[in-house]
Nanobody, 125 residues
Framework: QVQLVESGGGLVQAGGSLRLSCVAS????????LAWFRQAPGKEREFVVA????????YNEDFVKGRFTISRDNAKNTVYLQMNSLKPEDTAVYYC??????????????????WGQGTQVTVSS
């Protein structure tokens, strides 16, 4: 069982930055694929970015467009999401997700087994 705890959300003005963190329990963090999803009110959960156990990454280029960067620190059991140039439309609850290593990069919620409780990101205009 893996437990994920996100932090780092908050209120920021448009154009600002935030860094989200997600700390995982367990001793096999390095063998997990990780991802960030987000969910705005009244909308479905949306893929943001994923990073595999081997450090390959995939972004949702529909809206990321070079503004976000995912990274992981296996020694700290932590995955980060650096978000720059934030826009009001980035406002959502951001969720960290994990699964045991796979053969391809996962980008849908159903492919992940473990979820954090979410952290609210609000971007004011």
């Amino acid at each position: 069982q893996v437990q994920l705890v996100e932090s780092g959300g908050g209120l920021v003005q448009a154009g600002g930055s935030l860094r989200l963190s997600c700390v995982a329990s367990g001793r096999t963090f390095s063998s997990y694929d990780l991802a960030w999803f987000r969910q705005a009110p009244g909308k479905e959960r949306e893929f943001v970015v994923a990073i595999t156990w081997s450090d390959s990454s995939k972004y949702n280029e529909d809206f990321v467009k070079g503004r976000f960067t995912i990274s992981r620190d296996n020694a700290k059991n932590t995955v980060y999401l650096q978000m720059n140039s934030l826009k009001p439309e980035d406002t959502a609850v951001y969720y960290c997700a994990a699964r045991r290593m796979g053969f391809i990069i996962a980008t849908t919620p159903g492919e992940f087994n473990y979820w954090g409780q979410g952290t609210q990101v609000t971007v004011s205009s």
